[in-house]
């Protein structure tokens, strides 16, 4: 059973950062594609940014510009670098890693909060 564990949540404030890491139980180059989801109280889960195997990333309107993904080969890790948070990116944000098989592993979250 493959598993994905999320970890860098907090509390921060707004303008703050944070950094979100995504570490799968199995090998990264198993991924064709891994990316960051978030869903907010009361809203559908959203996409936040995407990075595929060949290094192409694509990043929801709301974040281009503040966040960053990406990935540590060595580590077997991705990264989501949240700058200039806002509070409206409080959110529960998940992992998603699709193998090439087109099978879906997620994550069980890491709450964000921002907040002054």
């Known amino acids: 059973q493959v598993q994905l564990v999320e970890s860098g949540g907090g509390l921060v404030q707004p303008g703050g950062s944070l950094r979100l890491s995504c570490a799968p139980s199995?090998?990264?180059?198993?991924?064709?594609?891994m990316g960051w989801y978030r869903q907010a109280p009361g809203k559908e889960r959203e996409l936040v940014a995407t990075?595929?195997?060949?290094?192409?990333?694509n990043y929801a309107v709301s974040v281009k510009g503040r966040f960053t993904i990406s990935r540590d080969n060595t580590k077997n890790t991705v990264y989501l670098q949240m700058n200039s948070l806002k509070p409206e990116d409080t959110a529960v944000y998940y992992c998603?890693?699709?193998?090439?098989?087109?099978?879906?592993?997620w994550g069980k979250g890491t709450l964000v909060t921002v907040s002054s």
């Open positions: 998603n890693g699709r193998y090439y098989n087109g099978i879906d592993y």
């Open positions: 199995g090998s990264i180059f198993s991924f064709s594609i």
């Open positions: 990075l595929t195997s060949g290094d192409k990333t």
